[in-house]
């Protein structure tokens, strides 16, 4: 009798081992189960193809794989010493965890709390201090729209409605994509900010500039695809400046908000102002021209300017693009081409890498729509990682390394490499250009190399 009970609790110990915890994500309503032990949080969401994003490639550097703990927080592995320092500065409460930072021990719902990359600069907001401002050098970015009032009373509301949200959101990622922040929408104004949390001079005037270059090429993309079909045209100008301003979360203690005040805030605003007279697209102060070096931009017409308010005149140049060609800048501003059917792009290549390599089929299990979502999602995610270098490259190796965890082999990255610039190809059709093609194939020709090289993350 006892030998019988000895074997019935050895056989459910076994049971209880065997049984992988399960991890419930409460806003897509999917459960999933840990497929190895220990894992992590992140581990197992890569592991069921959930997209979570993980910007530092799950090396606590970052925060974007945060997660809300709805149940199951005694299920998890206590914080880590630098998941401890994150939370100390963004003041986190205890229900908030860094996935790629805890070792799942049982069952757990969670809620992924960064959804998309374009959510990603907001959270520089956390590190600004609360009831006070701060000095800090940044770049200020003022975009308007022409004949705002003109346009208005030639459109129903619905209408404008619309377009004037598709102008905030096409106009809005280019500022995103280059670690700025969208500060405020005034009427028909977006106010971008670079540098809220430091960085160099020669960063952030370089992450506003492609930023103001990519809003231009972005109206052209919504004037081409979206808006022939209302009869408009929209046009912008664009101011942009560098300078010593106050930045804090000001206001009531009840309604505190993140507030940028300074003469270098008025002084773009005037800069934007002055575009209409000067017919020009987009101006730049000398200050921006100094803060890169010699030769990085191409300017046209230079104009000496009285900004009202002032007594001394100031030195306005035109910005027409980079010197040469600045492959970020491609990237970003084909994006929305590549992937304006994200799915269709999915299943294009994937059917291309089963034709030529049928080999591949093996290593991909049955859930292909998965595949595909992830597919996408990484494929923009990178783009919108590519003006934070530092953290492109560990979240690189750290895909390199999973993959080569799913049997994948140096050999199939140049294949692989190569159909992605096919299948990119198409999807650009008319809009192909040979120096869109080469940046293409630049930014793969980087990205391969850090996922075949990952042996080498510190
Ligand atoms: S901190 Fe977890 S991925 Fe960066």
């Given at each position: 009798m006892i030998h019988k009970q000895s074997q019935l609790q050895s056989r459910l110990n076994t049971r209880r081992h065997r049984k992988r915890a399960s991890v419930m994500y409460s806003s897509i309503n999917q459960s999933v189960r840990a497929?190895?032990?220990?894992?992590t949080l992140l581990d197992i969401s890569m592991e069921n193809q959930?997209?979570?994003?993980?910007e530092c490639g799950g090396?606590?550097?970052?925060?974007?794989c945060r997660v809300r703990i709805?149940?199951?927080?005694?299920n998890l592995s206590p914080r880590t010493a630098v998941e401890k320092n994150t939370a100390h500065v963004r003041k986190?409460?205890?229900?908030?965890?860094l996935a790629c930072q805890c070792t799942v021990h049982g069952d757990v719902e969670v809620q992924r709390l960064?959804?998309?990359?374009?959510?990603?600069?907001?959270?520089?907001?956390?590190?600004i201090p609360e009831g006070e401002a701060e000095e800090r050098n940044i770049v200020i970015l003022f975009c308007d729209l022409r004949n705002f009032t003109r346009i208005t009373s030639e459109n129903m509301v619905f209408d404008m409605a619309h377009m004037l949200n598709r102008f905030y959101t096409v106009l809005g990622d280019p500022i995103l994509m280059n670690n700025?922040?969208?500060?405020?929408?005034v009427g028909d104004e977006i106010v971008g900010i670079f540098g809220t949390c430091g960085g160099s001079r020669e960063k952030n005037t370089m992450d506003a500039v492609r930023a103001a270059l990519g809003m231009q090429y972005a109206i052209e993309r919504l004037n081409h695809f979206e808006l022939q079909a209302f009869g408009t045209k929209f046009r912008i100008g664009i101011g942009l400046n560098y300078g010593r301003a106050f930045v804090g979360h000001l206001g009531h203690p009840k309604h505190r908000q993140f507030t940028v005040v300074g003469d270098p805030v008025n002084v773009a605003s005037r800069i934007q102002g002055c575009t209409k007279e000067t017919q020009s697209k987009t101006l730049i102060s000398k200050s921006i021209l100094e803060?890169?070096?010699?030769?990085t931009l191409e300017i046209g017409r230079t104009f000496t300017k009285l900004l009202a308010g002032k007594t001394m005149p100031i030195e306005l140049h035109e910005l027409k693009d980079f010197a040469g060609v600045d492959i970020n800048l491609q990237l970003q501003s084909s994006l929305d081409y590549v992937l304006k059917n994200e799915l269709g792009f999915a299943q294009r290549f994937y059917k291309k890498v089963f034709e030529r390599?049928?080999?591949?089929?093996?290593?991909?299990?049955?859930?292909m729509s998965g595949q595909e979502r992830l597919l996408t999602h990484m494929l923009g995610g990178i783009v919108y990682s590519l003006s934070r270098p530092e953290y492109l490259k560990m979240g690189l190796r750290t895909l390199g390394k999973s993959h080569e965890k799913y049997?994948?082999?140096?050999?199939h990255y140049p294949l692989v490499k190569q159909l992605l610039i096919e299948t990119i190809k198409e999807e650009l059709g008319?809009?192909?250009?040979e120096k869109l093609s080469e940046a293409w194939l630049q930014a793969l020709d980087f990205v391969t190399s850090e996922m075949m090289n990952w042996q080498s993350a510190k």
């Open positions: 497929k190895s032990k220990p894992s959930i997209p979570h994003l993980h090396n606590g550097r970052c925060t974007t709805i149940e199951g927080h005694r986190w409460d205890p229900s908030i965890r960064v959804w998309s990359s374009a959510e990603v600069n907001k959270l520089q907001l956390e590190t700025g922040i969208i500060y405020q929408y803060g890169l070096p010699d030769g390599a049928p080999g591949l089929r093996s290593l991909f299990r049955d859930d049997g994948v082999k140096p050999e008319d809009f192909h250009t």
